[in-house]
């Protein structure tokens, strides 16, 4: 009787009653086609930036929301997460701060028309790079009434805010003036300049609030009428 342990024997395969002791598992494996893992489909770059920009938007909603509701103040990080259905550390990488969050909204407006009065192609005038420029980007950005109106509730509940947006807005005011004048030859600070500034921005404002093609041709010839009454620049 054999008392050492049983050799292990390659498993043969029998095929209409004969045994083929050269055919084994291993080597039938090499015979058969690879198998291929399944994996997921890969998220596409413009699915992916869309998917961010309905997050970033859901932020902002959930902030402004709050902000109205209980104040800017009392509102943590945390209650917008919540509020957003996402962590505390997706919101903060979007906007590091609360009060990042709350002048998102005008911050956007005012850097996308500065980038396109400061890189506008050579032999174009400032008012018809803003003209070019409101019409893309209204036929891009069309506007969100109710969000607008969540904007507007947003700053009428929070003083402090209103008057952050308020110098925003001021800010904006005197990089329009500084380009305008340049075109000119006026000084940034000469009245001509900040009169044209001032009045663009409160024109552009309402031009947002009511998007249509009639409105911004009315707000472009007015704006151009204005210009033209200005006098020759004094350094000129």
């Keep these: 009787m054999r008392t050492g342990p049983t050799p292990s024997r390659p498993l043969v395969l029998r095929t209409s009653g004969f045994l083929h002791p050269k055919v084994t598992l291993q080597s039938t494996a090499k015979l058969l086609p690879p198998v291929k893992s399944a994996t997921m489909p890969r998220m596409t770059e413009g699915a992916r930036e869309r998917g961010k920009a309905r997050r970033r938007e859901a932020i902002l909603r959930a902030a402004y929301q709050l902000f109205a509701e209980r104040g800017f103040e009392a509102t943590t990080i945390a209650d917008i997460a919540d509020r957003a259905e996402v962590s505390a550390r997706t919101v903060t990488l979007y906007f590091p701060t609360k009060l990042d969050l709350a002048t998102s909204h005008l911050a956007e407006f005012t850097d996308r028309l500065g980038h396109a009065l400061n890189h506008r192609e050579p032999g174009t005038t400032?008012?018809?790079?803003?003209?070019?420029?409101?019409?893309?980007?209204?036929?891009?950005n069309p506007g969100d009434s109710e969000f607008d109106a969540l904007w507007e509730t947003m700053l009428d509940r929070n003083p402090q805010l209103r008057a952050v947006a308020n110098s925003r807005l001021t800010e904006a005011i005197q990089e329009g003036a500084r380009i305008f004048a340049a075109e000119r030859g006026d000084a940034p600070d000469d009245f001509g300049p900040r009169m044209v500034a001032a009045t663009a921005?409160?024109?552009?404002?309402?031009?947002?609030?009511?998007?249509t093609e009639a409105h911004l041709d009315a707000a472009m010839s007015f704006l151009a009428a204005g210009i033209a009454t200005l006098p020759p620049s004094q350094r000129s």
Excluded at 202 to 210: H, M, W
């Design 126 to 140: 400032t008012l018809e790079a803003l003209e070019r420029w409101l019409r893309a980007d209204l036929a891009e």
């Design 201 to 211: 921005a409160a024109v552009v404002c309402e031009l947002y609030l009511r998007p």
